[in-house]
């Protein structure tokens, strides 16, 4: 089947959202945590070095090297479950 939005696809706007930037995450952070950001820098340095590890591990993979890489925090919806 074809949906009713198909019929008014010139009429919808569609947005690619660039990830947050450490600066936007830490003051998301800073607002949600009532301003103690500690356990979010030291969350974040061992999510950055468990990444490190994953991401130099040896393998091949392509697909694994960019997941390992990928920033979750980068996504606002993520950083909010998150936090």
């Known amino acids: 089947g074809q ?5 008014i696809s010139e009429c919808m706007v569609t947005l ?13 952070a800073r ?3 009532g301003g ?3 356990l979010y ?3 974040t340095r ?3 070095s468990a990444q490190q590890g994953c991401a130099g591990g040896g393998r091949d993979d392509d697909d694994v090297s ?4 990928e920033d979750v925090f980068g996504n606002p919806m993520m950083l909010s479950m998150l936090i």
């Not at 690619?16 to 998301?28: A, C, F, G, H, V």
């Not at 960019?66 to 890489?69: F, H, I, L, S, Y």
């Open 46 to 48: 061992r999510l950055r």
């Open 41 to 43: 820098d030291k969350f």
């Open 66 to 69: 960019d997941r390992a890489q």
């Open 31 to 33: 607002s949600r945590l």
């Open 36 to 38: 103690n950001i500690t």
């Open 3 to 7: 949906s009713s939005l198909e019929d």
């Open 16 to 28: 690619n959202l660039m990830p947050l930037t450490d600066e936007q995450k830490r003051s998301i």
